[in-house]
């Protein structure tokens, strides 16, 4: 059966991959894309998610515009992961067709309302700071009953994090979302730095999808030039994590990820450990599940799963 998700990013060359592995595939309905400041301010992470949808001809998928700050603290961006527009490049630009623009509508109520009304039960799928699915929360607590299960990109249960030594950027730039996404009581799954840290993209992984010969997928090697500069510098190996689409892999393919489901908090306040998921894994503090976590991957299937993907769009 088809998964109707909402795609909620901050794009973001990772969550830009996220967007095309999404819609290559029928087996998921992407309702909307809504954005969230993240990666980069709001403005740009709304523009570069009409960029996407240019490049791949899917100007039929409505973009949302969200958040542009996280619910108490000031916005942190990562214009040193994904450059001055959160989607650097090399290559041509995408010229945005000044008829595809985002919705009036903002992104909560977008989220709010087709929770509310679907017959189906939802996916949220997000893959920035969780402000937007927070607020959202917040809004219409109700709207739990219609979401099946919100699948996110962020934290780190047993390994370092990536913008503090504790915290994983999304966590990091929104802790007190984190805490109320993780309190919500709704079926959650973390696809955290566990997992997204043994995908890796590298030169030969961008030379594969490149035989693929279609435009998307040199989209993807120009997004991965970029993206990987700091990552080679940072962890001073060939190795870049493909985060954020291992959120849309798992719900194509459950069998690329093991995990456990364990009890998951987030600090909120600490100056040296602002952003840190606190992951039970042990069960030692017996407070309740409340978290799928992730932290095995399957990094050959994930690949040849995106590159059949990619091959599928233009
Ligand atoms: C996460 O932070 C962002 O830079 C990426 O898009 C990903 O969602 C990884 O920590
Ligand atoms: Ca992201």
């Not at 000044?98 to 893959?127: G, M, R, W």
Request: proline share 5%; hydrophobic share 35%; with cysteine.
């Amino acid at each position: 059966m088809t998964k109707k998700i909402i795609l909620d990013c901050d794009p973001g060359h990772d969550d830009a991959v996220a967007i095309m592995l999404a819609a290559s595939s029928k087996e998921i309905d992407i309702l909307g894309i809504t954005c969230v400041g993240g990666n980069s301010g709001l403005n740009n992470t709304v523009n570069n998610a009409l960029k996407v949808c240019t490049l791949i001809e899917r100007t039929d998928i409505k973009v949302y515009s969200g958040a542009n700050k996280p619910i108490h603290y000031e916005l942190f961006t990562a214009e040193y992961v994904h450059g001055k527009t959160g989607l650097d490049k090399k290559g041509d630009p995408i010229i945005v067709d000044t008829n595809y623009k985002p919705q009036e509508k903002h992104a909560i109520d977008f989220i709010v309302e087709t929770c509310k009304s679907s017959t189906e039960k939802i996916y949220l799928c997000p893959t920035g700071p969780l402000t937007n699915i927070a607020l959202s929360l917040k809004k219409d607590p109700s709207i739990k009953e219609n979401i099946k299960e919100i699948v996110f990109m962020g934290g780190a249960a047993m390994c370092l994090g990536n913008t503090t030594p504790s915290a994983e950027f999304n966590i990091y730039v929104d802790p007190h979302a984190a805490n109320i996404v993780l309190e919500s009581g709704i079926p959650l799954t973390m696809m955290g730095l566990d997992v997204t840290h043994q995908v890796n993209v590298n030169s030969k992984i961008i030379k594969s999808m490149n035989e693929n010969k279609n435009k998307s997928s040199k989209f993807f090697g120009e997004l991965m030039e970029f993206y990987t500069i700091f990552h080679k510098e940072l962890y001073e190996t060939e190795e870049t994590p493909l985060h954020d689409p291992c959120v849309i892999a798992y719900l194509l393919d459950p069998s690329i990820f093991s995990g456990k489901e364990v009890n998951v908090r987030v600090e909120e306040n600490s100056e040296l450990t602002r952003g840190e998921t606190v992951v039970d894994w042990l069960g030692v503090t017996k407070r309740p599940v409340n978290c799928f976590v992730m932290n095995e991957a399957n990094d050959e299937k994930f690949f040849q799963l995106l590159k059949a993907k990619l091959s599928l769009l233009p």
